[in-house]
Structure formats: C-alpha cells, structure tokens
C-alpha cells in the first residue's frame, strides 16, 4: 500500500503593489469644487461693496464722527453727480422722475430713508433743491452723504 503525502498545490506569488490596470472612478472628488466655491465667495464678498457705489461722486469731508445708521432702516439713495445729473438708486433720472419717485414713496405706511449724496464741486442750490422738495413730502428721515477726514 502506498501512501500518498497530500502536498499544497502551490500558488503565485502575491503582489503587493498598484494594479497595472486603471479603473474608471466612480465618484468625484469634490474637494477643489468647494475650495472654488469658497474662494469666489470670498471674491464676490470683497467686491459687492464696491460695486455697489457706482457712481462716481466726491463727497464733501466732514471733520466729526457720525454714528453709523441704524441696521434695521431702509434707505433710498439720491445721488447728485459733478455735472448736476440725478440718480435714483443706480438709475439716472431726470428732475421730474425724481419728484415722482419721492411722491410715491412719500404715500407709503412706513417709507424708507432717503441718502442724499451731493458731489462737493457740486452747486449746493442743486442738493437744496432736493431737500426742499422731500421736506414738502413730509418725509423727515434724511441723510446727507459726506467722508470722513
């Protein structure tokens, strides 16, 4: 009788390394997607308030400190640029606009604040008239633009 000594059948050797063959991923990394989005966030919250003052105006200084405006208060901007052109807002306007602008909302419950940004080389008849017409409205929150020294 023969006695048959069973021996493991032996096996290649392991690899331990990358496999040569590339596979598809199947997810994306989103990782720089978020560094992107963070970063032109960062961007737009730098520029907005910049853009925001688009018209170009040379406040007149004022040497004491104001206090800031309240946060909770609505405002309207009148701007008054150098060559005595009128802007709502952003929008340029002519007088007789901006006397109906300020009519309707005078008719409001609870009307907003008006800014009125006047350029210092500007003639001061041109930002009083302004202001005579928004008192003749009763509206009574104004502000007048300056810059600090």
């Known amino acids: ?17 990358r496999r040569k063959t590339f596979s598809r991923v199947s997810e994306i990394n989103v ?4 560094d992107l989005a963070f970063a032109l966030l960062i961007i737009f919250m ?6 925001e003052q688009s018209i170009r105006i040379d406040l007149p ?7 800031p405006p309240p946060k ?4 309207r901007t009148i701007s008054i640029d150098q060559d005595g052109l009128y802007y709502w807002d952003k929008e340029k306007v002519d007088f007789d606009t901006l006397k109906s602008r300020i009519q309707t909302i005078a008719r409001e419950p609870d009307p907003p604040a ?22 003749g409205q009763k509206l009574t929150k104004i502000s007048l633009g300056t810059r600090q020294d």
Do not use: C, W
């Open 46 to 51: 730098i520029a907005a308030p910049m853009m």
């Open 72 to 75: 909770d208060v609505e405002f």
């Open 61 to 67: 200084e004022q040497s004491s400190e104001s206090p």
């Open 114 to 135: 008006l800014s009125i940004r006047g350029d210092a080389n500007l003639k001061y008849q041109k930002v009083i008239d302004v202001i005579d017409y928004v008192k």
């Open 1 to 17: 009788m023969s006695q048959s000594v069973h021996r493991p059948r032996r096996s290649a050797p392991r690899s331990f390394g």
């Open 31 to 34: 990782t720089p997607l978020i």
